[in-house]
């Protein structure tokens, strides 16, 4: 069983950046891959960025590559989302996920989710 809380998100100006965290319990992170998503405003769920278990390997969408990276603090069970050069159209609620299986993450089959963090840009 693995518990997952966001937090981080607020209100932000485009061009200011913002850092998502996702603290995970249990003493098992080191063997999950984890992984963000968002939700829009009347938009479907959508995957932002996933890390493997061990941290070597990355994986973002084209809409915030180059923008956004995610990385992972194992002394903490954190996983990290820095966001760079926000735009309006990154306002959601963003989710953390976790699966033991990278593939399943990025795919949005991930069996542990966060109840979500809002994140506002305005214009």
């Known amino acids: 069983q693995v518990r997952l809380v966001e937090s981080g998100g607020g209100l932000v100006q485009a061009g200011d950046s913002l850092r998502l965290s996702c603290a995970a319990s249990g003493r098992t992170f080191s063997t999950y891959a984890m992984g963000w998503f968002r939700q829009g405003p009347g938009k479907e769920r959508e995957f932002v960025a996933a890390i493997t278990q061990s941290g070597a390997s990355t994986s973002y969408a084209d809409s915030v590559k180059g923008r956004f990276t995610i990385s992972r603090e194992y002394a903490k069970n954190t996983v990290y989302l820095q966001m760079d050069s926000l735009k309006p159209e990154d306002t959601a609620v963003y989710y953390c996920?976790?699966?033991?299986?990278?593939?399943?993450?990025?795919?949005?089959?991930?069996?542990?989710w966060g109840q979500g963090t809002q994140v506002t840009v305005s214009s």
């Open positions: 996920a976790a699966e033991n299986s990278f593939s399943s993450v990025v795919s949005g089959a991930a069996h542990y």
